[in-house]
């Protein structure tokens, strides 16, 4: 009997890369027996756009692993395009494999986040644990890319209760003061979407891209829109420089927290997953950027429908969440640049992919920056009375 997967311990960045040759005379072989014996299903379908694995490649990442028998090998379509996922199934247990996106796959910077994540498994943080490989080393790197193995754990959709909603900003919380004081032995990334030369750069391509895309579109509403925006995002940033945010303390964020990086069972937070952006910020960025994400209201296919303010209730809850957690109590300070850390955020978040690609998720971008644009001008009018209904 193989002995059972053990959570990693240890990362090497430098670990050598695994080389196809070396793998099919060790044991490659046995591997593809054991994946093409088992439930293998739509590999390779690149269905939509989205990266997929090769069987051979998915043989010779898992020959080295101690999985044992498989009995299952599917896609797992969830989360970025560029990073594919399957879910391996052994008699015991199910298990995530990720091949890293390109441009997100540098051993070091995937070093940086995998140690984070075994200092908050080691706190009892609620993660999926990453799986060792054969070497103890929570990456394999084979043929120029970077593939991680993780515990696959079950989990619902965030159902936007208020109950869900204070318990994902309990949850930042926790991992802000778990991780406060931790000083990583890799190099972490900064910088965040607050005051960002690539959203001045979007901002400034968006015309020409959705006259592409939507050649329909009243060029000159186009233009002030996005004028507007770029102006709004600007005026934005300012207010958070001025009250200081340059000078705050930096630590390890998430840099992503919005409801799809979370599981939920009932109310309770069970995993939080994606740690690719992981970076030094101000904790704030994060808690406005969650705060933004767990509070926004949508509704139908068209954005037109959208509501210009979040949902006031969800946005105090998740601050209260984020409050209750000792020594991780936000200042007033802190609280007061909130709104325009949210704006920030609204706008990055929109123009990025509308630039690349005249789109946001399936919306089409004409449609979607003006409602961008009716939430922008609402936290500018109502943002100072969100933040006194929090401290009331």
Known sequence: ?????RPATATDPDAPELSAIRTSKRSGQSAMGSVAGSSVSSLGTGAGGRQTFATDEVAVVLSYYDLGPLTEVREFPRGSRKAPKLIVGTPDNFYLLKRRARGRDDPHKVAFCHELQMHLAARQFPLPHL????????MVKWDGAVYELFE????????????????AGRTVALFHRLLADHKPRHKAARGSYHASRSVTASSNAIPTTLMKTEPELDRQEIAR?????????????KRVKDAGLDRWPLQIA?????PGNMLFRGPRVVAVIDYDAARMQQRIVDVANGAL???IIG????PA?????????????FIRGYDSVPEAVLSRAELRVMPYLMIEALIAESAIPIAATGMFGKMPGGRFLPMVERKVRWLFANGDKLIDAVES
């Not at 996005?226 to 934005?236: D, F, G, P, R, W």
């Open 1 to 5: 009997m193989p002995p059972s997967p």
């Open 131 to 138: 799986i060792a490989s054969r070497q103890n080393n929570s």
């Open 152 to 167: 696959f754990i079950q989990g619902n959709s965030y159902d936007q209760s208020l109950d869900a909603t204070t318990e």
């Open 225 to 237: 829109v996005v004028q507007y925006l770029h102006e709004s995002y600007l005026a934005a940033g």
């Open 254 to 258: 998430h840099s992503d927290w919005h």
């Open 293 to 295: 994400q767990f509070s």
């Open 299 to 302: 509704g139908s296919d068209d």
């Open 305 to 317: 429908d959208w509501p210009d303010y979040p949902d006031e209730s969800r946005f105090k809850r």
